[in-house]
């Protein structure tokens, strides 16, 4: 091989990548920016009351003390409080936080839900996930797709299609219940299943893995001493960087779905394009870098999410406005997300959900910057 063949070479691949790279990008363009593009509506108060004559056409994200939903929503519903009641039909999905939640209508998609006590009487179309201290479905309840929850009492009765998956303290499966699928619980307790209660699939029952002694210290330790890194981190970033650290939470809450989308995309999409990168001699100093941002980007969607979680949780009582606020805003919304990634199956989606809206937030606002820049110039 001469030299005049190896220049060839490499100038071909580096066309080849090139035209990988920008395929990649011109797809990603045309399959989510046509997309993403929803409308909602916001409203907040001590006592936040949708009637049943009204029909919300969007998105309504709602944060208050007591939260009453009785009307049509054609699309999803976020809301964040101390008690949620959703009477009426939201043809979409649900995303809750809040002491009490009692569903009683009917959702077409998808539910999750953090907080204290979930009633559920109405009908779910898809999966349910709950992390939540008291779990109950009356038997009216459906659940049309999987139950994973976590939660320390929790009572199944109605129709579950699905899979149950969860890690609770004590399980009550009732009389009425059906359950189409597997139920498989961690629990330091024998399940109670009541004389009559259908289960189609296997039963599987594990103890939970409990550390002891000097293992359970160091690992609560390396819990507390992870989370203060993470809250100095945090710290920093937002006195340093305040306006650009509410623009990305501000997308999460605005642009939820284009967030999601856009993190799916980076998550995959990054490393490959970076091995890629990588194949050339000449570009893979490029490819290591982006690697390593692509892990500190990972990393920090935590704050990010966080800092919306506690911003949603605080204001509903009071102005999240100054430094202060956002960094008591942002311990709160970090503990939260600790505690939620150590329950049994739940936790893996919670921080993978952190990782894909933050991700895609991070995008979608620098986006939002830049046109901004764009206009005042």
Not at 4 to 11: L, Q, W
Not at 26 to 32: A, E, G, K, Q, S
Not at 171 to 184: C, D, F, P, R
Request: net charge positive; charged share 10%; glycine share 12%.
């Amino acid at each position: 091989m001469n030299k005049t063949t190896t220049i060839k070479e490499v100038k071909m691949s580096k066309h080849i990548i090139k035209g990988l790279i920008a395929s990649l990008l011109v797809i990603l363009l045309i399959t989510f920016t046509s997309v993403f593009v929803l409308a909602f509506n916001a409203r907040s108060g001590n006592i936040v009351t949708v009637s049943s004559g009204e029909v919300i056409d969007g998105d309504l994200y709602v944060a208050g003390r007591t939260i009453i939903i009785d009307s049509t929503i054609n699309g999803d519903l976020i809301a964040a409080g101390q008690t949620i009641m959703v009477n009426g039909i939201v043809n979409g999905s649900i995303i809750a936080a809040a002491q009490t939640v009692n569903i009683n209508g009917e959702v077409t998609h998808a539910v999750r839900v953090i907080g204290e006590t979930l009633n559920i009487g109405g009908t779910i179309g898809r999966d349910l996930l709950a992390a939540v201290g008291n779990f109950s479905t009356t038997s009216t309840a459906e659940i049309g797709g999987d139950l994973l929850l976590g939660a320390g009492i929790a009572r199944i009765d109605g129709l579950i299609k699905g899979d149950i998956n969860s890690g609770v303290k004590s399980l009550t499966i009732a009389s009425t219940a059906s359950i189409q699928g597997k139920l498989n619980y961690i629990s330091g307790n024998e399940a109670n299943i009541q004389s009559g209660a259908q289960i189609k699939g296997m039963i599987t029952h594990k103890l939970p893995h409990v550390k002891k002694g000097l293992a359970a210290g160091i690992g609560l330790w390396w819990i507390v001493i992870g989370f203060l890194m993470t809250f100095v981190l945090g710290i920093i970033i937002v006195l340093l960087a305040p306006i650009r650290v509410k623009a990305v939470t501000e997308s999460i809450r605005t642009h939820p779905w284009a967030s999601l989308g856009w993190g799916a995309v980076t998550l995959v999409a990054t490393p490959i394009v970076a091995l890629i990168v990588c194949i050339t001699i000449i570009g893979l100093p490029l490819g290591l870098i982006a690697l390593v941002l692509y892990a500190i980007a990972i990393y920090l969607t935590q704050l990010f999410v966080g800092l919306l979680i506690g911003h949603l949780i605080i204001g509903a009582f009071r102005g999240v406005e100054t430094r202060a606020a956002l960094i008591g805003a942002l311990a709160l919304g970090l503990a939260i997300l600790r505690l939620l990634r150590l329950i049994p199956f739940v936790g893996f989606y919670f921080g993978l959900a952190t990782v894909l809206f933050g991700l895609g937030a991070i995008l979608v606002s620098e986006r939002k910057l830049r046109a901004e820049v764009k206009n005042i110039s």
